[in-house]
């Protein structure tokens, strides 16, 4: 068994302290080292619950005096880029939330430096480790899908509560929907897709124009007129910049299409879990709602013209890593996904396999970030999406 | 009570047969008098099982020669609009089967003609008349929905044993698939949704641009080769037009988005009655397949964050029509949707109600087709709705 990863945690607030579940479930393979984080009161809490890990106020002194062999980056998404470009420079290897860059510029730059200083540098997207989405990927690598021609992912989740303070001013949530109108945060949906695509493999598939539409802001100016009354400037829509919801395709290099969703406003029970996937040989619909189950239909298997449980196939077609870990990743957070990036990680740095979302699947994924932001701005036209991995 | 409307059925197979199933439901109101096909094999049928109606094998002389007050025309699509115009300068009303027209030029024949004759035309889209969709209709109006947002509409039907006859030539519909690379089907998708948005109404919302995205085809060609042997030119991917899904994005003046999506090709069980709604105060979704429930989430109604059966609200808010001719209507074909559909034309011609799908609504759902087509042609941009309305 090797030394456990040692690994710092930047960003000690809600998002870092949760992955103390999953590396203490993985504890012999990951250790949290070290806490970066700006706010003094975020650190005292580190300082009363976790005083084992070392505690920095400034990221610069995190990198070079930490012994940490990693980061795990769970900071505000515009902070990603910078701060992994950062650490790989400071000879980390990097483990970052989504998004992992919000320019273009910041993603060739994220590429350059992993290119560079050849460590290892993974995206914590842990919605591709979902059980049915994993279980979706090895049907579809074992061929029961046929040829790809049609996907959707969505991602609907009310969060307007955390657009606003109790104050009334803006979280950096709510910033960012002043500040671009456009697909903010794809990586969710298109996540699982692009894996069942092979996106970026041999022999698979590549990303090569992306629309974007945008509806109008409706539902979060409602929101702040009946939180903090109409006086409030967001209870205006032009205070807003980014609309409801955000509807964005994709075109593949194989003539698929994708068509992603997300809305992060408008009132209605959420469904963060939306995917869509149609072969020649199979198609799959997951649940509307946690209480139903995701529908399979296989030719030659489901009995007629009818749907059936994806459940009905899980001894056939589990995943092998869910096989392995499932039961130790239930309960960890995010339907075991965090545990299993954890996981996948610490097998990257430790044993040499390759990071199962590397740099340019996680710069592919994030570019759409500024692509749908571009594609509304240029009237909401097809713009072309870069061949990060020069393929 | 009036004498009941005399109609000419023009396209006597079928779908013309199947009219006379909700005919003699509605026989006070509606009786067919003629039918016009150029099959004589189709007028035999009628000549043996109807000898009361009039039989033609050209549709002048029906026009010339018949008694009818109205025709209904049920003749392969791309015949919908001149078959209509021909009608309508001979005097009669006009029932039209989806859809309208094929051609922004036939879209505006069809406007010329009805303004010009004042006669009555209507576009029978039987979706609009299914139960939950008149019944979300009715939420709207009354306000349940508060400000819209954003709609989906699908219709996914593999239609594929359609596309060719026994002898492996090609139907019409087939046909169509090796003409026209966009949406030729959109209106089952796009018609509810339309009325939703109360659009070409006065305070209503207008349809402003469209963009539409096609993926490759590779179902079609993969149930030739099964049916038909890999030596059937249809076999090879190159052969058809069309791909197998369509996905097209409408933008309404008051910033909604409505997304469709058009599949008739896809292996999977079909869903042809896929809609989703969103306000600022409810939020919609419809069942995945026959067996589940369509969804609905009301503010201040529905307990908590999570959906309830759309049946819930049957007593409150079920439509006055499905209140008053619902009995009668159901088992009469497309989910009662067929029998509504006379009705409310038969009223429109005997008393003079104006047509719940008038000339404009036909024309401006029906365009999509030429737009979609256009939109594909120039590089899947944005092209502008025309105002057929002159709003």
New interface residues.
């Given amino acids: 068994m090797d030394a456990p990863l040692r690994l710092a945690i930047v960003g000690g607030g809600g998002r870092g302290k949760s992955f103390l579940i999953p590396m203490d479930a993985l504890r012999d393979k990951v250790t949290p080292v070290a806490v970066f984080d700006p706010s003094e009161i975020v650190l005292e809490w580190w300082k009363e619950h976790r005083p084992d890990v070392r505690r920095f106020g400034r990221y610069e002194d995190l990198l070079e005096h930490s012994n940490a062999d990693a980061v795990l980056i769970t900071s505000p998404l515009i902070h990603h880029a910078p701060q992994a470009v950062q650490a790989l420079n400071a000879g980390k290897h990097v483990l970052s939330e989504v998004v992992a860059g919000v320019t273009i510029e910041q993603c060739w730059e994220l590429v350059e430096a992993v290119e560079r200083t050849k460590l290892v540098y993974m995206l914590a997207e842990n919605y591709c480790y979902m059980r049915s989405n994993m279980m979706v990927l090895n049907m579809v690598q074992q061929g029961v899908f046929?040829?790809l021609?049609?996907a959707e992912g969505a991602y609907i989740h009310?969060c307007r509560a955390l657009m606003l303070n109790s104050d009334g001013t803006l979280t950096w949530r709510g910033a960012l929907r002043r500040m671009f109108k456009g697909n903010i945060y794809p990586t969710h949906s298109i996540g699982p897709v692009a894996q069942w695509f092979s996106i970026n493999r041999p022999d698979g598939d590549r990303f090569v124009?992306t629309?974007t539409?945008?509806?109008?802001t409706?539902?979060l100016p409602?929101y702040v007129k009946e939180r903090f009354g109409a006086e409030h400037p967001g209870a205006k829509p032009e205070f807003w910049v980014n609309?409801?919801?955000v509807?964005t395709?994709i075109?593949t290099e194989?003539?698929?299409?994708i068509?992603l969703?997300v809305?992060a406003n408008?009132?209605?029970?959420?469904n963060m879990t939306h995917y869509v996937l149609?072969g020649?040989?199979?198609?799959y619909?997951s649940a509307?709602?946690g209480d139903e189950e995701n529908?399979i239909?296989i030719?030659g298997r489901t009995p007629g013209?009818?749907?059936e449980s994806l459940m009905n196939y899980a001894d056939e077609y589990e995943h092998p890593k869910w096989r392995k870990l499932g039961e130790l990743a239930k309960g960890t957070g995010h339907g075991g996904g965090d545990l299993l990036v954890l996981n996948d990680f610490a097998d990257a740095v430790l044993q040499g396999t390759p990071p199962p979302i590397d740099v340019y699947d996680a710069v592919t994924w994030s570019s759409l970030v500024p692509l749908s932001i571009e594609s509304v701005n240029r009237?909401?036209?097809?713009v072309d999406v870069p061949n990060f991995k020069r393929l």
Avoid: C, M
């Fill in positions: 046929g040829e021609t049609y009310d124009r629309t539409f945008v509806t109008k409706a539902a409602l609309g409801d919801s509807t395709i075109e194989k003539g698929a299409l068509v969703r809305d408008s009132a209605r029970p959420h149609q020649t040989t199979a198609a619909i509307r709602h529908l239909w030719k013209y009818s749907w009237g909401n036209i097809p």
